[in-house]
């Protein structure tokens, strides 16, 4: 707690300016900050609908500001460093876990969220240039009248309305008596970013617009401000806002061009990185993991590489892993790898958390191809338990029979490819203790193609001309960039398929097809 600040006090001025915001049917929108996350009523609604909003079919009409999003759209509103402040101090909700409780987490960010507006409005205020970056805005230095619109134009993502405006210009005028021993300007400037850093209009992202037989069409902003937590994370820059005030957001083309343009922007690379490490799925921190991000950020944003690329380039990163791969040191950690390891699939990410050749099968049928693999139907018996000198063999005598083998069909011919990787990503040629030579060849159907292969770059080789990857691929990027696994679009997808296999598609030019969809410019009304 910072001098002069009392957090109860605070706590009042902020519900205070918030109450004052009325919304549908004349209630308030009954933002609270003691732990809840209830999402505000939606100012759209017809008149008589004031209940908390519905899932819709694409995501939420109010979607909460995680706590990544927290930290960078602070860092952007107001000039601070970029760093973990919220997100490190807000667990995961495990309902198994009394202390990872729904309740408990909501309360650990209401109080963190209080705490760290303190931090950065203190800070904010103690930098003149941090200072100025506000009361700058409306080109004055000392007339807030003139700087706050447009501040909180940038900080809800949204003109303000004038009740907003007027709450927060009378308790910028009561900064004074809160913290006496600073300058007037500051001292009002500082309870400001405290309340609007709790406020819902900057927690909760809006998702308004026309509404028409049971569609919401975003407005421009709320467009804009999907678009940038989309890719960004963060909030619109003022290229964007002033597109989305104009109009010009809203047409395709317009659209489509601030999408590239976003995408070439740095920002774009953590989400780049992190999608890709969460399509190879979890591992612990190391050199496996940071070549992922780096390997297909550089991909997909510097080199324009295409769904095919992902799985049949030889580029990789990382001195720490040229042991592994066998490959030459060198002195920017770029690696160039030989035919026997095209694309991800051959890397120390994926054959380090998916060690044995089922879960391979299983890994690349079910999150690459988007084949559903129903439970096995019995208990699945040890690979020990297994007939056979090898381990193919041992495997394949315990799977073939009824009611295993519809599935395994599909799946162990898949997981034999990689075996010449060990669990540590390491090429091998026999298989250990024995020295037996180790049988990566196959044969296996999928959707009505026979591929046969020789080992596992073979294989990849082929499945990156499957347009069921590719689609399958394409709807990973639509669960993350809708923010609902839940829902599909298939028409988009067959389009974004059709264009990745058949057209070339880039993996940007993917992104921004499924970003430029109706299902992304539009929810379901409540």
């Not at 900050?33 to 519905?54: H, K, N, R």
């Not at 190879?280 to 921190?285: D, F, M, S």
């Not at 040229?322 to 790898?337: G, M, Q």
């Not at 990973?476 to 696994?485: K, N, R, S, T």
């Amino acid at each position: 707690m910072y001098a002069g600040v009392g957090g109860t006090t605070m706590r009042g001025y902020a519900l205070g300016l918030l109450v004052m915001v009325e919304v549908a049917c004349g209630q308030s929108s009954e933002p609270r900050l003691d732990g809840s996350l209830d999402a505000p009523l939606d100012p759209c609604a017809p008149p008589g609908s004031c209940i908390a909003p519905a899932r819709p079919s694409l995501s939420g009409a109010y979607p909460l500001l995680t706590g990544r999003q927290w930290d960078r759209t602070v860092s952007d509103l107001l000039g601070v460093e970029e760093r973990p402040r919220l997100e490190p101090r807000v667990p995961v909700v495990d309902p198994r876990r009394p202390s990872t409780s729904s309740d408990v987490v909501e309360g650990r960010r209401a109080d963190a969220q209080r705490e760290l507006a303190e931090e950065v409005a203190f800070e904010v205020t103690r930098d003149p240039t941090l200072l100025s970056r506000i009361t700058r805005l409306g080109g004055s230095d000392s007339d807030p009248r003139t700087f706050y619109p447009a501040f909180l134009a940038r900080a809800y993502r949204r003109p303000p309305t004038e009740a907003e405006l007027a709450a927060v210009l009378a308790m910028h005028a009561r900064g004074a008596t809160e913290y006496p021993d600073e300058p007037p300007l500051a001292a009002g400037v500082r309870l400001v970013i405290e309340a609007v850093l709790q406020s819902p209009a900057f927690l909760y992202r809006t998702m308004s617009g026309e509404s028409r037989e049971g569609v919401v069409t975003l407005d421009g902003f709320s467009l804009a401000s999907r678009l940038s937590y989309a890719l960004w994370d963060s909030m619109p820059d003022d290229a964007l806002f002033a597109d989305a005030a104009s109009g010009a957001l809203l047409e395709p083309e317009g659209f489509r061009a601030h999408a590239f343009r976003m995408l070439d922007d740095p920002r774009a690379v953590s989400k780049v990185g992190d999608f890709h490490v969460a399509y190879l799925g979890a591992i612990e921190p190391s050199a496996a993991l940071v070549e992922t991000r780096r390997l297909s950020a550089r991909l997909v944003l510097d080199d324009a590489a295409t769904v095919r690329d992902l799985l049949t380039t030889r580029a990789a990163f990382g001195n720490q892993l040229a042991e592994v791969y066998e490959a030459t040191p060198t002195d920017d950690e770029w690696l160039r790898l030989d035919e026997r390891r095209p694309g991800l699939l051959t890397r120390r990410h994926w054959l380090e958390r998916v060690r044995n050749p089922v879960s391979r099968g299983v890994d690349v049928v079910t999150r690459w191809l988007c084949i559903d693999i129903p439970p096995p139907p019995v208990p699945v018996p040890p690979e020990s338990e297994g007939v056979g000198d090898t381990r193919r063999e041992r495997i394949e005598s315990l799977t073939r029979e009824e009611g295993c083998i519809d599935c395994h069909r599909v799946i162990d011919p898949i997981g034999f490819a990689f075996e010449s990787f060990d669990a540590e990503g390491r090429w091998r040629t026999e298989e250990p203790p024995s020295g037996a030579p180790i049988d990566t060849t196959g044969e296996v159907i999928v959707a009505e193609r026979t591929l046969v292969f020789s080992g596992a770059a073979d294989l990849v080789t082929q499945l990156a001309e499957l347009p069921e990857l590719h689609r399958c691929y394409a709807k990973h990027w639509q669960a993350v960039l809708l923010e609902d696994p839940s829902y599909v679009d298939d028409t988009s997808l067959d389009l974004v398929a059709e264009g990745s296999v058949t057209r070339g598609w880039s993996i940007a030019e993917v992104i921004v097809a499924l970003l430029n969809s109706d299902s992304f410019r539009t929810r379901r009304a409540e």
